[in-house]
Nanobody, 117 residues
Framework: VQLQASGGGLVQAGGSLRLSCAASGRTSSISHMGWFRQAPGKKRDFVAR????????FVADSLKGRFTISRDNAKNTVYLQMNILKPEDTAVYYC???????????WGQGTLVTVSS
């Protein structure tokens, strides 16, 4: 499975961005996909995940109400809608795909989101 993330950029605080992650290859093996982020000097943190079949979602508690994850199976694409962005949301955002629970097997290259104050 190959993952291509896009949609990052520079945005002012309070603005919105939508990230996309296009999956290719053996997408039939995917159980769920997730977004993670890594701010400078910090560890990579979980953001959200969506089940490939059924579409149930989960967003990190600290981001609920601002971030939404969704998927379009016809396009093999997962989205992360980010609203009311804050400077602390600045990070490289990575999409990932898992073949089974609790283990992400594939990673995209990351897309940089910078939120200016």
């Amino acid at each position: 499975v190959q993952l291509q993330a896009s949609g990052g950029g520079l945005v002012q605080a309070g603005g919105s961005l939508r990230l996309s992650c296009a999956a290719s290859g053996r997408t039939s093996s995917i159980s769920h996909m997730g977004w993670f982020r890594q701010a400078p000097g910090k560890k990579r943190d979980f953001v959200a995940r969506v089940m490939w079949s059924g579409g149930s979602t989960f967003v990190a508690d600290s981001l609920k109400g601002r971030f939404t994850i969704s998927r379009d199976n016809a396009k093999n694409t997962v989205y992360l809608q980010m609203n009311i962005l804050k400077p602390e949301d600045t990070a490289v955002y990575y999409c990932s795909a898992a073949r089974s629970a609790n283990k992400y097997d594939y990673w995209g290259q990351g897309t940089l989101v910078t939120v200016s104050s």
